[in-house]
């Protein structure tokens, strides 16, 4: 897909979540917890607590496991 076609939120998440696995090279998934404290300490340290608010939400939806027949 496009980054254009994308939401700017979403393609800098996406981005966030390749950053986390090229630093964290042995990780299989993104745990809630560790991603939330890398993003805020380390990835976007000046973040205003409104977008930080905002994507710490975006981010526990994506965390959510995938229903079994959505997967299929």
């Known amino acids: 897909m496009p980054k254009k076609a994308l939401q700017p939120t979403t393609a800098a998440l996406l981005a966030d ?7 964290f090279d042995q990780a299989k998934r993104i745990e809630h917890g560790p991603f939330l404290t890398w993003f805020r300490g380390f990835r976007h340290p000046r973040m205003q607590d409104a977008d ?8 526990a939806a994506s965390m959510q496991d995938v229903p079994p027949e959505v997967e299929a």
């Open 17 to 23: 979540f390749g950053a986390f696995f090229r630093e």
């Open 52 to 59: 930080y608010s905002a994507y710490e939400q975006i981010i």
